[in-house]
């Protein structure tokens, strides 16, 4: 089936940029979201979702924390497209769904996943990102941006506390467990990006060897992203045509990175988190000071 897809014109994009991105230039004809999905960009999308999916697989992180910024600055720069952080997250926590649902399966393979803590914390998590994809309809894009810095600072100082432990899990304190899915299911519905959150959490206030986190935040990150999917899908927040290309570079990207994973050790996987939502920090922050 040929799919006719019209390129953004240079003029066009000069229009949106000087009007805002998302919004729509008088006489520009631009479509909801502010762009139109072209072949250039349907391939700049599809190579930053197999690359956010792949650091998804590698560090259980869902994915977002990565394609968000990427998602946001680089069709710009590149001038085939111009995406709002709103936008942005509409396409995130879609491909982040289907990132987890690949890359979680991979590491089930290998037996690095907790049910009771998968089932708990999805479930709970869930609920908490259909409720953060719905109020993320009232909330500014500037204040998004603010709160995905926040998070990503905050992910970066708990994954470099001292003394985390990579002995056998206890049992699973079942309230704190909910707790922590609900905070970071919010965040992700809110978001779009935010699953990276858990792995930090998982390891510091449940007491999860970090290996089992990265596995087991595939499932609650697939389970929370899904349930923000939907709230952004009933209220109109998710391009569907520019999701899609994002989705099918995802769904071999994840794969990739769970077969490194299984490759390299706990302390190289750590400083890998660090580093990623580090830079990603750095970046964002910077946009934020300096926009």
Partial sequence: MAIHC??????????????????RPPGAGAPLHGYRMSFPLAGTLFILGAFGAFIAGLIGVGGGVVSFPLLLFIPRLAGVGDFDPKTVAGIVVTQVFFACLSGGIAHARSGQISRPLAVTAGSVT?????????????????????????????AVFLILVPGISESAPGPLPVARAALV???????????????????PLAVLFL??????AVGTNMVVAGLSSFGGFLGKAV??????????????GALPGAQAGE??????ST????????VVVGLVAGRIWLSILFP
């Fill in 6 to 23: 019209n390129p953004v014109s240079g003029g066009a994009l000069s229009k949106l940029r000087k009007h805002g991105p998302g919004r």
């Fill in 126 to 154: 869930l609920v908490g990102s259909f409720l953060g994809g719905l109020v993320s309809k009232i909330l500014p894009s500037g204040a998004l941006l603010g709160l995905f810095g926040i998070v990503t600072i905050l």
């Fill in 181 to 199: 899915s609900a905070s970071v299911g919010t965040v992700v519905g809110i978001l779009g990006a935010g699953n990276f959150l858990f792995i």
């Fill in 207 to 212: 007491r999860t060897p970090f290996r089992l």
């Fill in 235 to 248: 209220t109109g927040q998710v391009p569907f045509a520019a999701a899609a290309a994002v989705v099918m």
């Fill in 259 to 264: 077969w490194l994973c299984r490759r390299l």
């Fill in 267 to 274: 302390g190289a996987l750590r400083r890998v988190y660090a």
